[in-house]
C-alpha cells in the first residue's frame, strides 16, 4: 500500500492514530470505496460505521459518501498530475542514467560544503532559482560570478553548478576554469552542442536547446524551462 504524507490533515482535524489508519485505507482503495459500504469499511480496519462517520465529519464532509467520493476527486486528480509530469519530464531520459547519477553522487559528496552557483544572462534567473532551492534544502551555497571568489577560492568552495545554453559565455568559461584549475568539481547544464563549459564539467547535463544558433534567444526557447524541471527531479532523487 502507499504510504502517504497527510500530517498537515491529522494535525488540522486532529485524527487519532486509528482516523489515520482509516483515512490511508481510503486513499489507496478510493475507486473501490465507492461500491462499498460503510459497515464493509469499517471490517476491514476492524472498527466500527460510527468511527467512520465520525471521521468523515471531523474532516468536513456530510458523511460517508460525501467523504468516498470527495476522495476519489482528488485522487483522480493526483494521478492526472502524475501523468501530465511524465509527459513533463520524458526529455530527461535522453540524457543517460550515468549523468543523472552523477549528479546526485556529486551532491552526495559535497552534501556538508560550500556549493557555488553561476550563471549570466537568460540563465541567471534559473540560478537564482537553483541558489534559493538548495538554500532551504539545507545545503550551503552562494551564487556569483565574481573571478576572484573562484581563482582565490578563500571560501572554500568544494562544487560549482553551472548554467550556460550555449558553453561558451566568456564570463562563466573564466570562472569555471578557475574552478577547475583549483580542483572543484563541477556540474553543468547545458545545450546539447559540444562546448567549453561542458568539456571542464565532472558531470555534465546537456539539455535539449531548441534554437542553439539564436544567441539573442529571440525565438521561443524551453531550454530554461528544461533546466528548472530537470534539476527539480534530480534533486528528488537526491532527497531519496
Request: contains cysteine; neutral net charge.
Amino acid at each position: 500500500m502507499v504510504q502517504f504524507d497527510i500530517y498537515k490533515i491529522r494535525d488540522k482535524h486532529r485524527l487519532s492514530e486509528t482516523e489515520v489508519q482509516i483515512l490511508e485505507y481510503l486513499l489507496n482503495h478510493h475507486e473501490e470505496i465507492l461500491n462499498m459500504a460503510v459497515r464493509e469499511v469499517a471490517a476491514a480496519n476492524y472498527t466500527s460505521a460510527a468511527t467512520i462517520i465520525k471521521l468523515s465529519k471531523k474532516m468536513g464532509y456530510t458523511g460517508y459518501i460525501d467523504m468516498a467520493y470527495r476522495l476519489n476527486f482528488m485522487m483522480a486528480g493526483k494521478n492526472a498530475g502524475e501523468r501530465r509530469q511524465a509527459a513533463l519530464t520524458g526529455f530527461i531520459d535522453e540524457i543517460g542514467e550515468e549523468k543523472l547519477a552523477g549528479f546526485c553522487g556529486l551532491m552526495d559528496k559535497h552534501k556538508n560544503g560550500t556549493i557555488f552557483v553561476t550563471a549570466a544572462g537568460f540563465s541567471a534567473p534559473v540560478a537564482d532559482y537553483i541558489t534559493r532551492k538548495l538554500l532551504v534544502m539545507g545545503f550551503r551555497c552562494i551564487q556569483t560570478n565574481a573571478y576572484g571568489v573562484y581563482d582565490a577560492n578563500q571560501v572554500g568552495g568544494s562544487l560549482v553548478i553551472a548554467v550556460s545554453k550555449s558553453g561558451e559565455t566568456e564570463s562563466i568559461t573564466k570562472v569555471i576554469g578557475y574552478a577547475a584549475n583549483h580542483g572543484m568539481d563541477i556540474i553543468s547544464f547545458t545545450g546539447q552542442q559540444g562546448n567549453s563549459v561542458a568539456g571542464r564539467s565532472t558531470v555534465n547535463l546537456p539539455v535539449l536547446d531548441d534554437h542553439a544558433l539564436d544567441d539573442r534567444n529571440v525565438a521561443a526557447n524551453y531550454f530554461y524551462a528544461r533546466v528548472m524541471i530537470l534539476f527539480e527531479y534530480l534533486m528528488g532523487r537526491v532527497m531519496e
